[in-house]
């Protein structure tokens, strides 16, 4: 495996469309997902971790968390097939619990889950046509209960459990409001819906019993026990800004007519519309959150509210309203606010609110700061900074500085740091950004919108364009690495710029398609382009053509690289493979398995290659490449990654996606060891800032001095003034002191006269408070009459103002139509003025475009008149070397004459030519009827020496044979026939040979039969194989002799025991005869019976042995012998086809059967 690691680091993004994208951990830790994981994010310290997403994941669906805050499920489409992962957050890292995929029930995806509030269970419910609700004990992978939620396919949003009860479940959807209760294995709905069926986007569960329910009209619900108990409705509220220009609008419309309803100029179409705009302009309650005190609820585009329980049983007040502010840095900021809420989360101490809005940004409330202030509007503060809300098309970093570039199609460039994780710049235009590139000092940005390019400079707090370049669409742009050029994409074209002069340096021409990709070489004279016409060319700046070129028209390329020599380029596309290419040939292709490479990037050391591909994910592998799978593959973003860096320390790898997501990568070895740079030179510090916004700043310093300095002043005589007053309050308090003393002396002598004034004085006041009781009694009486009939005429009035909230509400509608008319009327009349401008800038550009085309017709006038006076000096020289030529024909015609002579000479040559080639070819047949008749006489020579090779292998056989009839010569008869063997064997057939040599006759048998013997060549050539296999089976059985042999002697050595011990046992007998004679004893048996036969006795018992082992000897010798000189007579046999003669054992055989 590849031994380079890549980990994920710190992620700037959120994907907004996951259900219940955002939950607290604890206090300080957030859980959101961000590309194609979740990621852990603390508050205060800043730092993230990953849970990673499953492999080959397609994104994540849904999220949710514990009550226990233990567990973690995310909903996710692994290889098109839902599948659910359940993660245990208290290790590190966070571990997988359980994954759910396999189910018996139809599925293809699940929208939302919720865990039930002992964390045992888990209900998960599927999207439409299938709609179903489960119920599992996810511990043990078992499914409890599977219910349909709804039959017409409408879409289900949201499922909950109830917080005080596992049985319990809460489904909302499209006209969907239900409670299930689990009981004996089933789901059960236990309510059921009464009245008008509403869209229900959320709800949220406030008590065990109790579930608040919002729509897309701006109603809430209140169910209590599936029961509708308290509902009221949201109206869409504006900014006190908006309101005072809608007063401005409504005023100046007041003097303008509209028709009525009834009236013939309305027709059912502007009704219609006019629903719809009213429908539009209801608020959206996306989201539901409660706490102790009530609940949260989104209230349209950037718009919470907080409601608080009343004093009554079931009623809820509006307490607190919390808006978005407005970015001021947004090209439309009044805009810049109109964000759905799409989830919102309390945290555990309910000390803070956080939201998820649909443009993917994150936003945190402090509940605290509404007791505070409240008198004072709310506002929703960043939870760090602003994060792109569409795909991010362009990425690039520079040297000096640690700093990304990023623009995207939400029309913002963007500047990050990934030292520090944070955006230092950001900034919204009116046109889509495509394109962007920094300079390598990190002061400069060059951007490529759908109108123009800008180049623009890096303030220490704005991005502000200082040139303009008329390249519309421009889908690519980069500075070279010394940042003296910079290369520009228009279509199928390259233009090259000075940085400094601003001049169109050169034009690169040669794309038959758009031209995808852009990369200079390190010294920055050559760059490489790619394009959809599969070409990847390499360009020479200083010639301004090509230097190598490798088309592939089957292939889409999308991304190139260059290694840091510029040798090799490395090219991505559609055609699934990584080429390597060297001098306009291919080296290499490393297949993709089954993914799409869409981004490349080399590091500067050439040693590793990283790659992006259209799922998402990041593979990293080792130059040279690999043939086989031996990358290292990590999930990053949920879609196509679109371009990828990497620093040029090698240490981070950046990629971006159209996810919207930035991801900051970690580059490690093989050991987990960050790659150190090679010269540790430090980032710049020095920021860019305009003249007159220093003059501005130095003015403000200088105001604020004096300011400060006047405020020094002032005080000090404030100080002085008070100094005097106390001193004067200090005096005048001492005396009021001693007054009061000699006061107080005299109040003491004067109390003992209270103190008998004080007894008469209670005496009076009990006879005061009797008096006083009745008078009380009296007046209730009269005031309770007067609060009854109070009572009536409110309850007349409550009426009357009913009536007339409904005719206000009816007016305060027809009011907001009239603005919404306005608004559109006010963006067209805007959008209108942008397309003025720009093609009045067009117009501008075409009449620059015109005079110089004029300027280009005069020069090529010029140069036409030039061209004519060329064209007349040419015609006269044409007439001379017209009189010279006819001269030279002149002189050209007796040397014709000489020609023709000479060519009649050698045609004469060239028929002497051929008879000698003749006589050449009828030598040659001679000389091959010569070689002919020598082959021959060899071939005859060859023969004559096989013929003597077989007389000397014959007299040969018969020495052999011979010796062998020798062996016999005490025989007789033996030794007899073996002569007649000898006789019948090699006398006829040495007469044969006599007769044939004697013949004469021979060479014309031969020169006539042999055609007949070059046919038969194949046949022979088939019997000398069959003869080898004969010679073969030939040793097979003289083996097989050898070993019967061998057992006849093993059977005469047993004959010799026997015969040994039967001597043994005569001399034995003989000896006890002996005695028997000398005793007298009469022998029965005679001893001539005892004796063995004459013939026997002839030699003694042990020689007659010894004689027999020793001829087997012999015998075994010679057929040794034997077997050595077939062997060599097969090696000399001639191919004449000639037999040879049939050796002595083979007669033997044949004569055995007779």
């Known amino acids: 495996m590849s031994v380079i690691v890549a980990q994920s680091l710190h992620i700037f993004g959120l994907r907004s469309r996951v259900a219940n994208n955002i939950c607290y951990f604890d206090e300080q830790i957030i859980i959101y997902p961000s590309g194609n994981s979740c990621v852990k994010y603390h508050l205060e310290q800043k730092w993230q971790k990953f849970i990673p997403g499953s492999e080959k994941s397609q994104g994540m669906l849904a999220l949710a968390m514990s009550p226990s805050r233990r567990y973690l499920a995310i909903s996710e489409t692994v290889q098109e097939k839902p599948t659910i992962t359940i993660y245990e957050l208290s290790s590190v890292p966070c571990k997988k619990r359980k994954v759910l995929s396999v189910f018996d029930f139809p599925v293809q995806e699940f929208v939302s889950l919720a865990f039930s509030p002992d964390s045992k269970y888990l209900v998960a419910q599927t999207g439409p046509p299938e709609s179903n609700l489960a119920y599992w004990m996810w511990e043990k992978q078992r499914t409890m209960a599977i219910a349909k939620a709804d039959i017409q396919n409408n879409p289900v949003y949201q499922v909950s459990f109830n917080p005080q009860d596992n049985t319990q479940v809460c489904i909302t959807g499209n006209g969907i409001f239900k409670l299930f209760r689990y009981t004996e294995g089933t789901l059960k709905q236990t309510n059921f819906q009464r009245g008008e069926p509403q869209n229900y986007l959320s709800h949220a569960w406030l008590t065990e019993d109790r579930v608040m329910v919002g729509t897309d009209t701006g109603k809430l619900f209140l169910f209590e026990s599936g029961d509708l108990r308290w509902e009221t409705s949201i109206e869409r509220k504006e900014r006190p800004s908006e309101v005072e220009k809608d007063e401005l609008a409504h005023e100046s419309e007041s003097l303008i007519e509209f028709p009525t309803a009834s009236s013939p100029d309305l027709s059912s179409e502007m009704l219609c519309e006019a629903v719809d705009q009213q429908q539009a302009s209801l608020p959206q309650i996306s989201a539901i959150a409660a706490y102790s005190k009530g609940f949260a609820c989104s209230a349209g585009p950037g718009i919470v509210l907080l409601f608080e329980k009343t004093e009554e049983k079931e009623g809820y007040r509006e307490n607190r309203e919390i808006r978005i502010p407005q970015d001021q840095r947004s090209s439309d900021p009044n805009q810049s606010d109109k964000q759905d809420v799409m989830c919102m989360c309390f945290s555990p101490s309910e000390e803070t609110l956080l939201i998820s809005t649909n443009k993917n940004q994150l936003y945190i409330f402090t509940m605290s700061s509404t007791e505070i202030i409240k008198g004072e509007p709310a506002h929703f503060e960043y939870l760090n900074f602003p994060l792109h809300s569409a795909a991010i098309t362009g990425l690039d970093i520079c040297i000096r500085k640690p700093l990304i570039a990023t623009c995207s199609l939400d029309r913002s460039v963007r500047i990050w740091n990934y030292e520090t994780n944070t955006l230092d710049l950001y900034k919204e235009y009116q046109e889509e950004a495509y394109a962007v590139s920094l300079h390598p000092t990190g002061l400069y940005v060059l951007v490529g919108f759908s109108d123009r390019l800008r180049l623009m400079n890096l303030l220490i707090d704005d991005i502000r364009t200082f040139k303009d370049f008329t390249v519309r669409g421009c889908r690519e742009c980069t500075f070279s ?460 020579m060859h023969k004559e020496q096989q013929k003597e090779r077989d007389m000397e292998a014959l007299v040969k056989r018969f020495q052999t044979d011979l010796h062998n009839c020798v062996g016999f010569i005490q025989e007789p008869k033996k030794l007899k026939e073996g002569i007649r063997e000898l006789y019948d064997k090699y006398v006829q057939q040495a007469d044969m040979v006599e007769i044939v040599g004697v013949d004469t006759d021979l060479q014309q048998e031969y020169t006539r039969q042999r055609e007949h013997l070059e046919r038969n060549l194949a046949m022979l050539k088939k019997k000398v194989v069959k003869e080898s296999e004969i010679h073969r089976a030939d040793n097979v059985r003289i083996m097989q002799e050898n070993v019967s042999l061998i057992k006849e002697i093993n059977e005469l050595r047993r004959e010799l025991k026997v015969t040994r011990t039967h001597v043994h046992d005569l001399q034995s007998a003989l000896g006890l005869n002996r005695k028997n004679k000398k005793q007298g004893i009469p022998d029965t048996v005679p001893f001539r019976e005892l004796l063995p036969s004459p013939g026997v006795l002839r030699l003694n018992v042990e020689e007659e042995t010894e004689r027999i082992i020793e001829m087997q000897r012999l015998e075994i010798k010679r057929l040794r012998d034997q077997i050595q000189g077939q062997e060599q007579v097969i090696a000399l046999r001639p191919l004449s086809g000639g037999r040879l003669p049939t050796l002595e054992i083979e007669r033997s055989h044949e004569t055995q059967p007779q």
């Open 481 to 940: 690495n010394g940042g003296h050029l910079f290369a520009a994409v228009n279509g199928n074209v390259i233009h090259i710029y000075s940085t400094t002069s601003f001049e169109n340096v050169n034009n690169l021409k040669g794309h038959n398609g758009k031209v995808r990709s852009v990369i200079w070489s390190a010294d920055d004279n050559k760059l490489i382009s790619c394009g959809t016409d599969g070409a990847v060319y390499e360009w020479s700046l200083l010639t301004g053509k090509r230097e190598s070129e490798c088309v592939l028209k089957s292939c889409i390329y999308s991304g190139v690289a260059i290694s840091p020599d510029a040798k090799i380029i490395f090219a991505v596309g559609s055609d699934q493979t990584l080429k390597e290419i060297s001098d306009s040939l291919i080296l290499c292709e490393v297949p993709t398995f089954d993914v799409t490479y869409t981004a490349i990037v080399v590091s500067h050391s050439g040693r590793m290659v990283f790659t992006g591909t259209s799922v998402g994910t990041i593979r990293s592998m080792k130059y040279p490449l690999p043939v086989h799978k031996e990358f290292n593959e990590y999930q990053g973003h949920a879609g196509p990654v679109t371009k990828m860096s990497i620093t040029c320390d090698d240490q981070f790898l950046l990629t971006v996606s159209e996810d919207g997501c930035l991801l900051i990568w970690k580059v490690y070895d093989k050991e987990w060891r960050g790659l150190k740079r090679e010269k540790e030179v430090g980032y710049a510090d020095e920021v860019l800032i305009t003249k007159t916004d220093m003059e501005e700043k130095t003015q403000v310093m200088l105001e604020l001095k004096t300011r400060v300095e006047e405020l020094k002043m002032e005080n000090e005589y404030q100080l002085r003034l008070k100094d005097m007053d106390y001193n004067e309050k200090m005096k005048e308090l001492t005396e009021k002191f001693i007054q009061e003393m000699e006061s107080l002396k005299t109040k003491n002598q004067a109390q003992d006269d209270a103190r008998q004034q004080l007894q008469e004085f209670e005496e009076t006041k009990k006879q005061i408070e009797e008096d006083e009781d009745r008078e009380i009694q009296e007046i209730k009486i009269k005031y309770e009459r007067r609060l009854w009939e109070e009572r009536e005429s409110n309850l007349r009035l409550k009426g009357e103002t009913g009536i007339m909230r409904k005719k206000f509400n009816s007016l305060q509608k027809e009011i907001e139509e009239r603005s919404n008319d306005i608004e559109t009327m006010r963006m067209e009349q805007q959008k209108l003025q942008s397309v003025i401008k720009s093609l009045e800038k067009d117009i501008l550009g075409l009449k620059r475009e015109i005079q110089e085309r004029d300027e280009t017709i005069q020069d090529k006038e010029k140069r036409i008149y030039d061209l004519k006076k060329k064209n007349q000096e040419l015609e006269k020289f044409k007439f001379v070397l017209d009189y010279k030529i006819k001269e030279l024909k002149k002189q050209i015609e007796p040397r014709e004459n000489d020609i023709k002579a000479m060519k009649e000479q050698i045609q004469e040559m060239e028929g002497e030519l051929e008879r000698f080639h003749q006589q050449n070819m009828q030598l040659e047949l001679n000389i091959t009827e010569l070689r002919q008749k020598l082959k021959a006489t060899d071939h005859e």
